[in-house]
């Protein structure tokens, strides 16, 4: 048995799990030269949610992140995570999209791209699979872990038959909501082992409090790579520490090779962060209590955030448990999607409109009537007749690959935001999210100017010989 790698996600999963993907470039920068020499299998550091929350909340160009940390980590793999056809938004890009988001971000830094489709539809990962390979990066194909009566080990393994053909570098299994227990972990990653011959990478949630024992027993099971954050941004809607796991394997066959001491001192300046943002109020301690909610309704943490963030804004807070025993219900209507972004997203606002609403489907939204007409993937199982019925009327519902559909749009969208263009990377910012790039560009032309006018001032002075 070779050692276990580590993938450390403190840098996008641990934050954004734990203080909504607010931690800035500049409170990373001062330990990556550190981390550099642990000896990760890779680290996590773009995609997900990171990209948006660099736009929008933080006023930092995602790009120039990447570029920064990958000057500081020069001997780690960086790693992203890509949601398929939606790249890191939340619908559907044409293929030339995908293509050039995937050239330009491992043209940046990244080494590994994670990709994944919210319904485990491969055919929406398929084009970025293909540009992985082509550009010269590792492709990391993805199934998704949920609990229905139709998935089962041999789904799963037929899922990840496919992904190997399409010609995947590894298979990560994505339990975004840490419900992955222990022994049915043991079975699957043996299966898997069993069926496929390239690595097998295991990343979960410590939410429902028993990740560190599917780990372990994946680790028995064969995994090759488990995915940890260092512990101040550890346990609760996060993944597993990554101390207590080094320290576990140390001195078995399964030894990570990782130098305890160096991760202590890396813990302590994420320390002296996390506790920044529980002063400020953004880190609620809350997120670290084990919640058994995720065993019954299969909610992770992100998206019982969201759920009480719209609560909260109806003033109806009192119908948090209702509307987490609607959950599952939506999710039985629409087929069993796996609650993972986008589709967690729209699931969760339904239920809430459901309950809100006192008669079920009175409200939908867009998202939903797009997801039964067949534009986000093909449901893991058939939606019934009359939900459909209820939701789009007598709508044909597309077959296809939703992608086929979209016909190429890079040239447009250049034309589009050429005014506030800088670099080429500006294209597919403006590409994910219009209105928070424009913004973006707007406040950074803004400030060039202000500063190109304050040296034209400074230059124009005179001075007495």
């Given amino acids: 048995m070779a050692k276990i790698k580590i993938t450390e996600t403190v840098l996008r999963d641990g934050h954004q799990s734990l203080i909504a993907t607010r931690m800035k470039t500049e409170e990373m920068l001062p330990i990556l030269d550190i981390m550099d020499k642990v000896g990760y299998h890779s680290v996590e550091m773009w995609g997900g949610a990171t990209f948006d929350s660099c736009l929008r909340f933080l006023d930092e160009d995602p790009w120039e992140r990447l570029r920064e940390i990958r000057k500081h980590l020069k001997n780690t793999k960086l790693q992203m995570l890509l949601r398929g056809q939606n790249i890191l938004g939340y619908k559907n890009y044409a293929d030339d999209v995908v293509d050039e988001f995937v050239k330009l971000s491992l043209k940046n830094g990244i080494d590994i791209i994670r990709t994944f489709d919210a319904l485990n539809d491969l055919r929406n990962i398929e084009t970025a699979i293909r540009a992985t390979k082509k550009y010269g990066g590792h492709a990391q194909g993805t199934v998704v872990y949920t609990i229905s009566p139709v998935h089962n080990i ?49 990343h979960t949630h410590f939410t429902s409090g028993m990740t560190d024992m599917t780990y372990l027993k994946a680790i028995e099971a064969g995994v090759d790579i488990i995915d940890t954050a260092i512990s101040p941004f550890g346990l609760g809607t996060s993944q597993p520490p990554t101390e207590p796991i080094v320290a576990t394997l140390q001195g078995t066959e399964y030894d990570t090779g990782l130098n305890l001491e160096l991760l202590c001192g890396i813990a302590e300046h994420f320390k002296k962060i996390r506790e920044k943002y529980i002063a400020n109020g953004i880190l609620n301690p809350n997120v670290f209590n084990v919640d058994t909610n ?16 719209q609560l909260a804004a109806q003033n109806a807070l009192n ?34 409109f459901n309950v809100l609403a006192g008669t079920r489907y009175k409200m939908i939204p867009n998202e939903i009537k ?7 993937g093909k449901s893991s199982v058939p939606i019934s007749d009359e939900i ?35 670099q080429e990377e500006d294209v597919l910012s403006y590409a994910l999210f219009p209105q928070v790039a424009l913004k973006f560009f707007k406040d950074r032309q803004a400030k060039k100017y202000s500063i190109d006018s304050n040296l034209a001032d400074k230059s124009e002075k005179t001075y007495p010989v």
């Fill in 294 to 309: 995720v065993l019954s309704y299969q909610v992770p943490g992100g998206m019982l955030s969201n759920l009480m963030s």
């Fill in 388 to 422: 459909k019925r209820t939701i789009i009327g007598d709508e044909e519902v597309i077959t296809c690959r939703p992608a086929d559909l979209l016909p190429p749009q890079l040239d447009s969208i250049k034309e589009e935001m050429k005014e506030y263009y800088e």
């Fill in 370 to 376: 797009d997801y039964v007409r067949g534009k986000y």
């Fill in 319 to 352: 119908k948090y448990d209702d509307v987490l025993k609607e959950v599952p219900r939506v999710r039985e209507d629409l087929g069993y999607p796996p609650l993972v972004t986008p589709s967690s997203q729209f699931v969760g606002t339904q239920a809430v």
């Fill in 154 to 202: 041999e789904l799963y393994v037929d899922l990840a038959k496919k992904i190997q053909a399409m010609g995947a570098d590894s298979l990560c299994i994505k339990d975004m909501s840490g419900i992955l227990t222990p022994y049915y972990g043991f079975e699957l990653i043996k299966a898997l082992k069993q069926h496929i011959s390239i690595p097998i990478q295991l």
